[in-house]
């Protein structure tokens, strides 16, 4: 396992990246739509996106140990 350590990071870092463009991608939405409704939920997916995100990423980090 430690010769897939590096690739590992590799994934992992590609998957926060997506998961970064994802949340900035919905948070323009949000500034960008002026109905109420749409922008909070916008801007609610893009928290939950992130947060989301954050949790699996770290969850990687920790069970593979990079």
Do not use: H, K
Request: hydrophobic fraction near 50%; include cysteine; proline fraction near 3%.
């Amino acid at each position: 396992m430690p010769q897939f350590t590096e690739d590992f990071a590799l994934l992992i870092d590609a998957y926060e990246a997506g998961i970064r463009a994802a949340t900035d991608m919905q948070l323009n939405v949000a500034r960008v739509i002026d109905v109420e409704p749409v922008r909070s939920l916008a801007a609610t997916c893009a928290d939950m996106t992130r947060d989301i995100g954050a949790t699996q990423v770290s969850s990687a980090r920790w069970l593979l140990d990079v």
